[in-house]
């Protein structure tokens, strides 16, 4: 289980530790606020992780609509339960 | 000759009910606001650590006589309820980071299905970038001075470069990013 876990982990990179590196490399200089958003793009952090959905038949797309397959909404329901027992107000991501 | 593990039902026990201690804790500090989210992962493990050991303790209180069995005992429980422990703290990652979690939890919000354009509306590459920076600037991971941003701690660029270094282990390419 914890093999599984860290594989999806590792499969895509995670865009936080991405920053901190790219802000690291940066070093004693720092790296300005406003350069992030030139190459965190919706092409990039988004959409890429919307055609994973379609293609691990978590979602399907159907006449340009997107909609949850039903492992899709079992998979949901799991984690809304946890994020409402643990009273996660933001909506995370 | 019998020897003495210590081996019983109980002990297979020990790193469940420390794992459920954890969790119970974390859930506990977390639900009651008692703390953030993080520290409330670091506290719930190591009480779940600290029942561990005490319980293995008062099965062995003679540690000096410890047998290689009884060790190799200890040693096991605590590789499962560090397995369980960790499988866990990825879980509460997953319910609060995850893009993919996010984006299913939106789609399910609408059985009527979105569009892209009506997915990105509700989540887009500059809202991420902005909860993921006050992320790490509210847990001190970076800071943020003159309209620069520097690395202040240590321990996500330490998970980051063990993430590249998995990734190149895992599947032999590099990030995404680059």
Same mark, same amino acid.
């Given at each position: 289980?914890? /093999?599984?876990?860290? /594989? &999806?982990? *590792?499969?895509?990179? &995670?865009? &936080?530790?991405?920053?901190?590196?790219?802000?690291?490399?940066?070093?004693?200089?720092?790296?300005?606020?406003?350069?992030?958003?030139?190459?965190?793009?919706? @092409?990039?952090?988004?959409?890429?992780?919307?055609?994973?959905?379609?293609?691990?038949?978590?979602?399907?797309?159907?006449?340009?609509?997107?909609?949850?397959?039903?492992?899709?909404?079992? +998979?949901?329901?799991?984690?809304?339960? !946890?994020?409402?027992?643990?009273?996660?107000?933001?909506?995370?991501? | 000759?019998?020897? @003495?593990?210590? #081996?019983?039902?109980?002990?297979?026990?020990?790193?469940?009910?420390?794992?459920?201690?954890?969790?119970?804790?974390?859930?506990?500090?977390?639900? $009651?606001? $008692?703390?953030? =989210?993080?520290?409330? @992962? /670091?506290?719930?493990?190591?009480?779940?650590? *600290?029942?561990?050991?005490?319980?293995?303790?008062?099965?062995?209180?003679?540690?000096?006589? +410890?047998? =290689?069995?009884? =060790?190799?005992?200890?040693?096991?429980?605590?590789?499962?309820?560090?397995?369980? $422990? /960790?499988?866990?703290?990825?879980?509460?990652?997953?319910?609060?980071?995850?893009?993919?979690?996010?984006?299913?939890?939106?789609?399910?919000?609408?059985?009527?299905?979105?569009?892209?354009?009506?997915?990105?509306?509700? !989540?887009?590459?500059?809202?991420? +970038?902005?909860?993921?920076?006050?992320?790490?600037?509210? $847990?001190?991971?970076?800071?943020?001075?003159?309209?620069?941003?520097?690395? &202040?701690?240590?321990? *996500?660029?330490?998970? #980051?470069?063990?993430? *590249?270094?998995?990734?190149?282990?895992?599947?032999?390419?590099?990030?995404?990013?680059?």
């Amino acid at each position: 289980m914890a /093999y599984l876990i860290t /594989y &999806s982990a *590792v499969e895509v990179d &995670s865009p &936080s530790l991405v920053m901190t590196m790219t802000i690291q490399k940066a070093g004693g200089k720092g790296f300005p606020v406003t350069d992030f958003k030139n190459f965190i793009t919706d @092409e990039l952090v988004v959409i890429p992780r919307v055609n994973d959905l379609v293609h691990d038949k978590i979602a399907k797309f159907e006449g340009g609509i997107y909609k949850l397959t039903p492992k899709g909404i079992n +998979l949901a329901k799991i984690f809304n339960t !946890y994020r409402n027992f643990l009273k996660l107000k933001d909506k995370g991501g | 000759m019998i020897i @003495e593990t210590g #081996a019983n039902g109980f002990n297979l026990l020990i790193p469940l009910l420390s794992f459920s201690v954890n969790v119970t804790f974390q859930a506990f500090l977390f639900r $009651s606001r $008692s703390c953030g =989210l993080l520290k409330s @992962e /670091y506290i719930g493990f190591t009480l779940g650590l *600290v029942l561990l050991l005490s319980l293995q303790l008062s099965l062995h209180p003679m540690l000096p006589e +410890l047998t =290689l069995d009884a =060790l190799a005992i200890v040693i096991v429980n605590l590789l499962i309820f560090c397995g369980l $422990s /960790y499988c866990y703290f990825h879980f509460i990652n997953l319910c609060t980071t995850a893009r993919r979690i996010r984006l299913v939890r939106d789609l399910f919000a609408s059985p009527s299905g979105l569009t892209l354009d009506q997915i990105l509306e509700n !989540y887009n590459a500059q809202d991420m +970038l902005s909860k993921r920076i006050q992320r790490l600037l509210n $847990s001190g991971q970076i800071v943020e001075q003159n309209g620069r941003y520097f690395a &202040s701690k240590h321990l *996500v660029l330490f998970a #980051a470069w063990l993430m *590249v270094i998995l990734k190149f282990i895992f599947l032999g390419k590099g990030s995404e990013y680059d």
